[in-house]
């Protein structure tokens, strides 16, 4: 009799399953909607920026990753040598990879830069000129100063220099060239002195140079560095000229008033002790660092506050410029990364500011509320760094990033309530301006979206162009054209007209590396820096100004 149990046909035979080459069906599957989800991510702006996008993009990255390496390794029918050998290379790939290059930050697009080598050393301040109390003079005044963030009017416009339109024929020069502590603070230009802010090592230092030659005339430091692995190292607000004085914010919550002509404290304040926030709050509340740069309006200084929720907490403080005495509190809403604004509407003075969540006007003298308007954010997450701004008569634009997007104000004043604020037009889609700012020319507006350059009709809350791939930069209007700042340091000299999109004129390598920080321009003299460099370049001027 047969032994039925060694016949190759007897069902009693359990058949060898066969590896695959190929991941099974259910892991395809996974896979393939993992794809479909991705390209329809991209495609349908569902993020509303550019840089979360990419954020989501290299999560499911990783979620491919982490699915298909437990089949590939255990479960595939690769040899294996090669099911434990690749895995194997591509680990010590990674780890010589990053024992080679270093993490420089993100860029605005939130894609990682990296760099070959162990990161350098913050420079070292240079020695102050000894005489330095008598050479600066930040007490008289030019017609061509830019005494704080975005010029004189906090508007980020020049309209008294024009500029040659043909770089070829007189190119842009060089002036000087040099280190610079990291930072995102721009310079503020008094009497040919540019003041701004560092840091050297484990201090947030406030600089003065000569604009003329880049040598540094005088320094104050104080322990502090602020570090984010996102947003990077030093301070972010740009100090503010006034009278002789420098008002200067650090990351940190500290607020001096120094003397311009020696760099000497006059006054002195921690907006964290003030309003009794810890550094572990203080994180949670402004991730960032404090960005907001300070304001000038009469005999006050005006700057953004904070706080915490059930504690105490105000949107704007208001010190006496001279003695530092508080001379008024306003709002409850949590800081933003904007800086306040003086603008006169319906007829009444009265400073602008953009919250955390909302938009306010306060009255100059007394901080008292006008009027508030919802603008959602979430200072950790998706917060708001663009400044409001005016439209006169009556109307207030506003923009951010994140896809928050952008819209036109129209404020009606009441008697003694609080005004009424209408929407004119509001798009999610239009000058996702991040941390940028707009021009507004001709009843048309400019700014980088998503950093391209976008042109907007003012009144309709219509797109009419967007061109040019600037990344994350600055602009700066000046006579009636705009520079623009790219986030790889080059400048580019535009002609804003709705007739033709980014019709550039000409460019130039300004800095080197990443380039975030707002520019400044004295006369003919263009300011520009970033967390490496600082640089003066002299631009060629047309028939006058």
């Not at 420098?246 to 500290?254: E, P």
């Not at 701004?389 to 009556?394: A, E, R, S």
Request: one cysteine or more.
């Amino acid at each position: 009799m047969s032994d039925s149990r060694s016949h190759p046909n007897s069902p009693l035979v359990k058949k060898k399953k066969t590896r695959g080459f190929w991941p099974p069906i259910w892991l395809r599957i996974i896979l393939l909607a993992i794809l479909v989800f991705t390209l329809w991510m991209r495609i349908s702006d569902s993020s509303g920026d550019r840089g979360i996008a990419n954020v989501n993009t290299m999560m499911l990255g990783m979620l491919v990753i982490l699915l298909s390496t437990p089949w590939f390794v255990f479960f595939s029918g690769y040899s294996r040598k090669v099911r434990f050998g690749l895995p194997l290379l591509v680990i010590i790939g990674l780890v010589a990879f990053f024992n080679l290059f270093r993490y420089q930050g993100v860029s605005g697009n939130m894609i990682p830069g990296f760099a070959l080598g162990a990161a350098p050393a913050d420079p070292a301040l240079g020695k102050a000129r000894r005489d330095a109390g008598a050479a600066v003079d930040l007490r008289t005044t030019t017609p061509d100063d830019f005494p704080g963030f975005l010029g004189p009017r906090r508007d980020g416009m020049v309209p008294h220099i024009n500029l040659a339109r043909d770089w070829r024929a007189t190119p842009p020069m060089e002036v000087w060239r040099q280190a610079i502590g990291r930072g995102l603070s721009a310079f503020a230009v008094v009497n040919g002195i540019a003041v701004t802010m560092e840091q050297r090592g484990d201090q947030e230092a406030i600089t003065a140079y000569d604009v003329a030659t880049g040598e540094l005339l005088w320094a104050n430091s104080a322990p502090g560095r602020f570090s984010h692995l996102l947003g990077g190292v030093g301070p972010r607000s740009t100090p503010t000229i006034s009278e002789g004085r420098v008002y200067a914010l650090g990351a940190l919550g500290r607020f001096v008033c120094l003397d311009g002509a020696t760099g000497d404290v006059i006054w002195e304040k921690n907006l964290l002790e003030e309003y009794n926030v810890t550094p572990e709050q203080e994180s949670a509340n402004v991730m960032f660092g404090r960005a907001n740069s300070p304001l000038v309006v009469g005999d006050l200084v005006i700057i953004p506050a904070g706080g915490n929720k059930g504690g105490r907490i105000a949107s704007l403080v208001a010190y006496h410029k001279l003695t530092g005495d508080t001379v008024w509190e306003a709002g409850s809403r949590q800081i933003s990364f904007s800086s306040p604004r003086l603008a006169k509407l319906a007829g009444v003075d009265q400073i602008l500011i953009v919250n955390e969540d909302t938009l306010s006007g306060h009255h100059p003298g007394s901080g008292a509320g006008l009027w508030e308007y919802p603008w959602p954010g979430h200072t950790p997450r998706d917060g708001s760094s663009s400044q409001a701004v005016p439209v006169p008569p009556d109307r207030v634009f506003v923009s951010k990033g994140y896809g928050g997007g952008a819209a036109l104000l129209q404020l009606i004043p009441a008697e003694n309530d609080p005004w009424a604020v209408k929407e004119v037009w509001a798009s999610h889609r239009l000058l996702r301006t991040k941390f940028t700012q707009v021009i507004i020319k001709d009843g048309f507006i400019y700014g980088l979206s998503d950093g391209i350059l976008e042109c907007v009709d003012l009144e309709a809350g219509k797109r009419v162009w967007k061109a040019g791939r600037y990344q994350h930069g600055q602009i700066l209007g000046v006579g009636d054209l705009l520079l623009v700042l790219t986030e790889s340091g080059r400048v580019v000299l535009v002609e804003p007209t709705p007739e033709e999109a980014n019709k550039v004129l000409g460019e130039f390598q300004a800095v080197e590396g990443q380039t975030w920080n707002n520019m400044a321009l004295y006369g003919d003299l263009l300011l520009v820096r970033n967390s490496q460099e600082a640089a003066v370049w002299r631009l060629p001027l047309a028939g006058g100004r």
